[in-house]
Protein backbone atom coordinates (compact mmCIF):
# COMPACT_ATOMS: atom_id res chain seq x y z
CA UNK A 1 0.00 0.00 0.00
CA UNK A 2 1.03 3.78 -0.92
CA UNK A 3 2.25 5.17 2.72
CA UNK A 4 0.12 8.23 3.76
CA UNK A 5 2.40 11.13 4.87
CA UNK A 6 1.02 12.30 8.11
CA UNK A 7 0.79 16.25 9.09
CA UNK A 8 2.94 15.84 12.52
CA UNK A 9 6.47 15.77 12.13
CA UNK A 10 8.16 13.20 14.20
CA UNK A 11 11.05 16.15 15.17
CA UNK A 12 10.40 19.47 15.12
CA UNK A 13 11.31 22.08 11.95
CA UNK A 14 12.71 24.22 14.98
CA UNK A 15 13.99 22.60 18.10
CA UNK A 16 12.03 24.46 20.87
CA UNK A 17 16.04 25.59 22.14
CA UNK A 18 19.37 23.62 21.92
CA UNK A 19 19.73 21.12 24.33
CA UNK A 20 21.92 22.11 27.44
CA UNK A 21 25.19 20.33 27.02
CA UNK A 22 25.91 17.90 30.14
CA UNK A 23 27.28 14.68 30.76
CA UNK A 24 25.65 11.07 30.42
CA UNK A 25 24.53 8.43 32.67
CA UNK A 26 22.86 5.02 32.05
CA UNK A 27 20.02 4.24 34.25
CA UNK A 28 20.04 0.79 33.56
CA UNK A 29 19.67 0.59 28.88
CA UNK A 30 18.28 4.28 29.29
CA UNK A 31 20.81 7.14 28.64
CA UNK A 32 20.12 10.51 30.48
CA UNK A 33 21.99 13.30 29.31
CA UNK A 34 24.17 13.88 26.76
CA UNK A 35 21.89 14.57 24.15
CA UNK A 36 19.92 11.86 24.85
CA UNK A 37 16.23 11.88 24.56
CA UNK A 38 14.13 13.37 27.90
CA UNK A 39 12.59 10.49 29.44
CA UNK A 40 9.90 9.88 32.02
CA UNK A 41 9.96 8.65 34.97
CA UNK A 42 7.15 7.81 37.90
CA UNK A 43 7.25 6.40 41.49
CA UNK A 44 5.24 3.08 42.65
CA UNK A 45 2.94 4.00 45.67
CA UNK A 46 2.13 0.25 47.09
CA UNK A 47 4.49 -1.11 49.12
CA UNK A 48 7.87 -2.24 47.71
CA UNK A 49 7.64 -5.71 49.80
CA UNK A 50 4.66 -6.36 48.42
CA UNK A 51 6.42 -7.01 45.40
CA UNK A 52 3.17 -8.76 43.42
CA UNK A 53 1.41 -5.71 43.63
CA UNK A 54 4.56 -3.44 43.15
CA UNK A 55 5.53 -5.24 39.90
CA UNK A 56 1.66 -5.21 38.80
CA UNK A 57 1.93 -1.54 38.80
CA UNK A 58 5.30 -1.16 37.32
CA UNK A 59 4.11 -3.30 34.64
CA UNK A 60 0.81 -0.82 34.45
CA UNK A 61 3.45 2.08 34.52
CA UNK A 62 5.93 0.38 31.58
CA UNK A 63 2.10 -0.02 29.64
CA UNK A 64 1.58 4.22 29.61
CA UNK A 65 5.18 4.91 28.88
CA UNK A 66 7.09 5.16 31.70
CA UNK A 67 10.69 4.83 30.75
CA UNK A 68 12.24 4.44 34.45
CA UNK A 69 10.43 3.75 37.73
CA UNK A 70 11.68 4.48 41.41
CA UNK A 71 10.56 2.33 44.42
CA UNK A 72 10.29 3.57 48.49
CA UNK A 73 12.67 1.69 50.34
CA UNK A 74 12.18 2.24 54.24
CA UNK A 75 12.43 -0.69 55.14
CA UNK A 76 14.32 -3.85 55.71
CA UNK A 77 11.53 -5.71 53.97
CA UNK A 78 11.32 -3.41 51.12
CA UNK A 79 15.23 -3.85 50.77
CA UNK A 80 14.93 -7.33 50.39
CA UNK A 81 12.44 -6.81 48.01
CA UNK A 82 14.35 -5.21 45.66
CA UNK A 83 16.42 -7.70 44.07
CA UNK A 84 13.02 -9.49 42.88
CA UNK A 85 11.68 -6.46 41.75
CA UNK A 86 14.83 -5.14 39.84
CA UNK A 87 15.28 -8.44 37.86
CA UNK A 88 11.70 -8.84 37.05
CA UNK A 89 10.86 -5.35 35.97
CA UNK A 90 10.63 -4.41 32.45
CA UNK A 91 11.93 -1.41 32.56
CA UNK A 92 14.69 0.72 35.34
CA UNK A 93 14.12 0.57 39.06
CA UNK A 94 15.61 3.12 41.02
CA UNK A 95 15.60 2.74 45.09
CA UNK A 96 14.48 5.91 47.02
CA UNK A 97 16.59 6.16 49.82
CA UNK A 98 15.65 8.26 53.03
CA UNK A 99 17.44 8.06 56.75
CA UNK A 100 19.52 4.73 56.79
CA UNK A 101 22.46 4.61 54.63
CA UNK A 102 22.32 1.03 54.87
CA UNK A 103 19.61 0.71 52.36
CA UNK A 104 21.73 2.68 49.73
CA UNK A 105 23.72 -0.54 49.93
CA UNK A 106 21.82 -2.48 50.06
CA UNK A 107 19.61 -1.41 46.53
CA UNK A 108 23.50 -1.69 44.85
CA UNK A 109 23.98 -5.16 45.95
CA UNK A 110 20.38 -5.87 44.56
CA UNK A 111 20.91 -4.29 41.30
CA UNK A 112 18.66 -1.30 41.08
CA UNK A 113 19.64 0.35 38.48
CA UNK A 114 20.52 3.70 39.83
CA UNK A 115 20.04 4.86 43.44
CA UNK A 116 18.23 8.11 44.63
CA UNK A 117 19.56 9.77 48.06
CA UNK A 118 18.05 12.44 49.64
CA UNK A 119 21.12 13.55 51.94
CA UNK A 120 19.54 16.22 54.19
CA UNK A 121 17.44 13.19 55.94
CA UNK A 122 20.08 10.48 55.57
CA UNK A 123 22.10 10.01 59.05
CA UNK A 124 25.92 10.79 58.86
CA UNK A 125 25.60 10.36 55.19
CA UNK A 126 28.40 12.55 54.43
CA UNK A 127 30.72 10.42 56.63
CA UNK A 128 29.76 7.41 54.58
CA UNK A 129 29.99 8.91 50.96
CA UNK A 130 33.48 7.39 50.20
CA UNK A 131 32.35 3.75 50.92
CA UNK A 132 28.76 4.39 48.85
CA UNK A 133 31.04 5.55 46.02
CA UNK A 134 33.43 2.45 45.47
CA UNK A 135 30.59 0.37 46.21
CA UNK A 136 28.24 2.07 43.50
CA UNK A 137 31.64 2.35 41.34
CA UNK A 138 32.16 -1.35 41.05
CA UNK A 139 28.44 -2.11 40.22
CA UNK A 140 27.83 0.34 37.75
CA UNK A 141 25.42 2.10 39.64
CA UNK A 142 24.55 5.55 39.20
CA UNK A 143 23.51 8.11 41.94
CA UNK A 144 20.99 10.66 42.08
CA UNK A 145 21.30 13.38 44.49
CA UNK A 146 17.66 14.22 45.19
CA UNK A 147 17.45 17.56 47.53
CA UNK A 148 13.85 18.48 48.36
CA UNK A 149 12.68 21.60 49.70
CA UNK A 150 10.88 19.79 52.29
CA UNK A 151 13.71 18.12 53.93
CA UNK A 152 17.13 20.09 53.38
CA UNK A 153 19.69 20.19 55.20
CA UNK A 154 19.58 21.78 58.69
CA UNK A 155 22.90 23.38 58.04
CA UNK A 156 21.47 25.17 55.07
CA UNK A 157 17.94 26.23 56.89
CA UNK A 158 20.26 27.94 59.36
CA UNK A 159 22.32 29.58 56.57
CA UNK A 160 19.39 30.91 54.40
CA UNK A 161 16.40 31.00 56.57
CA UNK A 162 14.30 28.83 54.41
CA UNK A 163 14.51 26.82 51.18
CA UNK A 164 15.62 29.28 48.38
CA UNK A 165 17.05 28.57 44.93
CA UNK A 166 20.44 29.03 46.22
CA UNK A 167 20.21 26.92 49.09
CA UNK A 168 19.04 23.90 47.41
CA UNK A 169 21.64 24.29 44.93
CA UNK A 170 24.26 24.44 47.38
CA UNK A 171 23.08 21.24 49.23
CA UNK A 172 23.55 19.41 45.54
CA UNK A 173 26.24 20.44 44.82
CA UNK A 174 27.92 20.11 47.81
CA UNK A 175 26.89 16.44 48.20
CA UNK A 176 27.86 16.18 44.12
CA UNK A 177 31.72 17.54 45.19
CA UNK A 178 32.24 14.82 48.22
CA UNK A 179 31.64 11.90 45.48
CA UNK A 180 33.71 14.22 43.30
CA UNK A 181 36.47 13.64 45.55
CA UNK A 182 36.18 9.91 45.17
CA UNK A 183 36.20 10.25 41.72
CA UNK A 184 32.58 9.16 41.03
CA UNK A 185 30.98 11.30 38.61
CA UNK A 186 28.03 9.07 37.58
CA UNK A 187 25.52 11.34 39.00
CA UNK A 188 22.27 13.19 38.61
CA UNK A 189 20.92 15.98 40.61
CA UNK A 190 16.80 17.14 41.03
CA UNK A 191 16.46 20.29 43.23
CA UNK A 192 12.88 19.77 43.95
CA UNK A 193 10.34 22.25 45.13
CA UNK A 194 6.75 22.88 45.18
CA UNK A 195 7.14 26.19 43.72
CA UNK A 196 7.49 26.36 40.58
CA UNK A 197 9.03 29.72 40.26
CA UNK A 198 11.43 28.47 43.54
CA UNK A 199 11.85 25.44 41.16
CA UNK A 200 12.49 26.91 38.06
CA UNK A 201 15.26 29.18 39.52
CA UNK A 202 16.89 26.33 41.32
CA UNK A 203 17.40 24.53 38.62
CA UNK A 204 18.68 27.47 36.48
CA UNK A 205 21.02 28.12 38.74
CA UNK A 206 22.19 24.38 38.79
CA UNK A 207 22.10 24.53 34.95
CA UNK A 208 24.63 27.20 35.29
CA UNK A 209 26.93 25.63 37.79
CA UNK A 210 27.68 21.92 36.60
CA UNK A 211 27.37 19.60 33.83
CA UNK A 212 25.88 16.91 35.41
CA UNK A 213 22.49 15.67 34.05
CA UNK A 214 19.01 16.79 35.76
CA UNK A 215 16.20 15.29 37.03
CA UNK A 216 12.95 17.81 36.72
CA UNK A 217 10.41 17.99 39.26
CA UNK A 218 7.95 20.04 41.08
CA UNK A 219 7.76 18.12 44.29
CA UNK A 220 4.31 17.64 46.34
CA UNK A 221 2.42 19.38 43.26
CA UNK A 222 -0.93 18.60 44.09
CA UNK A 223 -3.99 16.93 43.07
CA UNK A 224 -4.24 15.98 39.26
CA UNK A 225 -5.17 19.53 38.11
CA UNK A 226 -3.52 22.00 40.03
CA UNK A 227 -0.38 19.42 39.87
CA UNK A 228 -0.44 19.03 36.05
CA UNK A 229 -0.29 22.98 35.69
CA UNK A 230 2.12 23.66 37.85
CA UNK A 231 4.33 20.92 36.80
CA UNK A 232 3.44 22.03 32.70
CA UNK A 233 4.23 25.25 33.96
CA UNK A 234 7.51 24.69 35.63
CA UNK A 235 8.60 21.94 32.83
CA UNK A 236 7.92 24.23 30.01
CA UNK A 237 9.96 27.16 31.64
CA UNK A 238 12.83 24.83 31.78
CA UNK A 239 12.74 22.46 28.91
CA UNK A 240 11.93 25.78 26.48
CA UNK A 241 15.70 26.77 27.79
CA UNK A 242 16.91 23.29 27.09
CA UNK A 243 17.03 22.33 30.35
CA UNK A 244 16.37 18.77 31.96
CA UNK A 245 16.92 15.15 31.27
CA UNK A 246 14.16 13.46 32.98
CA UNK A 247 11.23 14.44 34.52
CA UNK A 248 8.68 12.94 36.82
CA UNK A 249 4.93 14.70 37.44
CA UNK A 250 4.22 14.83 40.75
CA UNK A 251 0.09 14.08 41.42
CA UNK A 252 -1.74 13.25 43.83
CA UNK A 253 -3.31 10.89 41.38
CA UNK A 254 -2.64 6.98 39.85
CA UNK A 255 0.79 6.98 38.75
CA UNK A 256 -0.27 6.31 35.10
CA UNK A 257 -1.48 9.61 35.06
CA UNK A 258 2.10 11.19 36.32
CA UNK A 259 3.13 9.27 32.61
CA UNK A 260 0.64 10.56 30.60
CA UNK A 261 1.04 14.06 31.83
CA UNK A 262 4.50 13.75 31.33
CA UNK A 263 4.48 12.56 27.86
CA UNK A 264 2.03 14.98 26.47
CA UNK A 265 4.39 17.71 27.97
CA UNK A 266 7.00 16.20 25.95
CA UNK A 267 4.79 16.17 23.12
CA UNK A 268 3.60 19.75 23.29
CA UNK A 269 7.53 20.92 22.94
CA UNK A 270 8.37 18.87 20.10
CA UNK A 271 10.34 16.94 22.59
CA UNK A 272 8.94 13.43 22.11
CA UNK A 273 7.49 12.42 18.40
CA UNK A 274 3.55 12.93 18.64
CA UNK A 275 0.83 10.40 18.50
CA UNK A 276 -2.13 11.15 18.15
CA UNK A 277 -3.23 14.88 18.51
CA UNK A 278 -7.12 16.32 19.03
CA UNK A 279 -7.33 19.84 17.95
CA UNK A 280 -10.69 20.88 19.41
CA UNK A 281 -12.89 24.35 19.50
CA UNK A 282 -13.39 25.53 23.13
CA UNK A 283 -17.51 26.30 21.95
CA UNK A 284 -19.29 28.80 21.65
CA UNK A 285 -22.43 30.49 20.57
CA UNK A 286 -21.64 30.16 17.27
CA UNK A 287 -21.46 26.05 17.75
CA UNK A 288 -24.07 24.66 16.05
CA UNK A 289 -22.84 20.43 17.61
CA UNK A 290 -21.96 19.54 21.57
CA UNK A 291 -18.41 20.09 20.74
CA UNK A 292 -17.92 18.67 24.13
CA UNK A 293 -19.29 15.58 23.84
CA UNK A 294 -17.82 14.81 20.35
CA UNK A 295 -14.49 15.07 21.21
CA UNK A 296 -14.36 13.43 24.22
CA UNK A 297 -16.29 10.37 22.39
CA UNK A 298 -13.11 10.84 19.08
CA UNK A 299 -10.66 11.09 22.29
CA UNK A 300 -12.01 7.21 23.50
CA UNK A 301 -12.47 6.27 20.29
CA UNK A 302 -9.03 6.26 19.17
CA UNK A 303 -7.55 5.93 22.60
CA UNK A 304 -4.01 3.94 21.79
CA UNK A 305 -3.48 4.63 18.51
CA UNK A 306 0.03 4.48 18.10
CA UNK A 307 0.62 6.66 14.94
CA UNK A 308 0.83 10.59 14.40
CA UNK A 309 -2.04 11.49 13.64
CA UNK A 310 -3.76 15.51 14.23
CA UNK A 311 -7.53 14.92 14.50
CA UNK A 312 -9.59 18.14 14.16
CA UNK A 313 -13.28 18.16 15.82
CA UNK A 314 -14.84 21.67 15.16
CA UNK A 315 -18.08 22.93 15.87
CA UNK A 316 -19.01 26.33 13.36
CA UNK A 317 -17.84 27.10 9.98
CA UNK A 318 -15.72 30.23 11.26
CA UNK A 319 -12.31 28.19 12.23
CA UNK A 320 -13.64 25.04 11.52
CA UNK A 321 -13.07 23.90 7.61
CA UNK A 322 -9.84 25.63 8.23
CA UNK A 323 -8.41 23.51 11.26
CA UNK A 324 -9.69 20.42 9.86
CA UNK A 325 -8.43 20.79 6.62
CA UNK A 326 -4.95 21.17 8.13
CA UNK A 327 -5.35 18.24 10.29
CA UNK A 328 -4.68 15.18 9.14
CA UNK A 329 -8.65 14.14 9.90
CA UNK A 330 -10.96 16.54 11.02
CA UNK A 331 -14.67 17.23 10.65
CA UNK A 332 -16.34 21.19 10.28
CA UNK A 333 -19.98 20.60 12.00
CA UNK A 334 -22.88 22.89 11.25
CA UNK A 335 -26.23 22.33 10.85
CA UNK A 336 -26.90 18.85 12.32
CA UNK A 337 -24.31 17.44 9.90
CA UNK A 338 -20.50 17.70 9.46
CA UNK A 339 -17.40 17.71 6.77
CA UNK A 340 -15.49 15.03 6.87
CA UNK A 341 -12.22 16.08 6.15
CA UNK A 342 -8.73 13.78 5.05
CA UNK A 343 -5.79 15.31 4.20
CA UNK A 344 -7.07 18.38 3.14
CA UNK A 345 -9.83 17.15 1.30
CA UNK A 346 -13.68 17.02 1.89
CA UNK A 347 -14.24 13.34 1.04
CA UNK A 348 -17.52 13.31 2.87
CA UNK A 349 -20.81 14.56 4.47
CA UNK A 350 -22.47 13.02 7.40
CA UNK A 351 -25.01 13.27 9.59
CA UNK A 352 -23.95 14.62 13.31
CA UNK A 353 -25.33 11.29 14.64
CA UNK A 354 -22.45 9.48 12.11
CA UNK A 355 -19.59 11.95 12.76
CA UNK A 356 -17.81 10.48 15.52
CA UNK A 357 -17.90 6.43 13.88
CA UNK A 358 -16.80 8.32 10.50
CA UNK A 359 -13.76 9.98 11.84
CA UNK A 360 -12.95 6.76 13.47
CA UNK A 361 -13.13 4.65 10.41
CA UNK A 362 -11.08 7.56 8.45
CA UNK A 363 -8.38 7.35 10.94
CA UNK A 364 -8.20 3.69 10.75
CA UNK A 365 -7.61 4.07 7.18
CA UNK A 366 -4.98 6.26 7.74
CA UNK A 367 -3.16 3.88 10.52
CA UNK A 368 -3.16 1.41 8.27
CA UNK A 369 -1.92 3.19 5.19
CA UNK A 370 0.94 4.67 7.05
CA UNK A 371 4.41 3.04 6.98
CA UNK A 372 6.34 1.96 10.18
CA UNK A 373 9.10 4.59 9.14
CA UNK A 374 6.00 6.91 9.81
CA UNK A 375 4.91 6.12 13.15
Not at 65 to 71: A, H, L, P, S, W
Not at 152 to 169: C, F, I, M, N, S
Amino acid sequence: MTAVPLGVPGVPARPVAPRRQSRQIHVGPVAVGGGAPVSVQSMTTTRTSDIGATLQQIAELTASGCQIVRVACPTQDDADALATIAEKSRIPVIADIHFQPKYVFAAIEAGCAAVRVNPGNIKKFDDQVKEIARAAKDHGTPIRIGVNAGSLDKRLLQKYGRATPEALVESALWEASLFEEHDFRDIKISVKHNDPVVMIEAYRQLAEQCDYPLHLGVTEAGPAFQGTIKSAVAFGALLSRGIGDTIRVSLSAPPAEEVKVGIQILQSLGLRQRRLEIVSCPSCGRAQVDVYKLAEEVTAGLDGMEVPLRVAVMGCVVNGPGEAREADLGVASGNGKGQIFVKGEVVKTVPESRIVETLIEEAMKLAERTSPADS
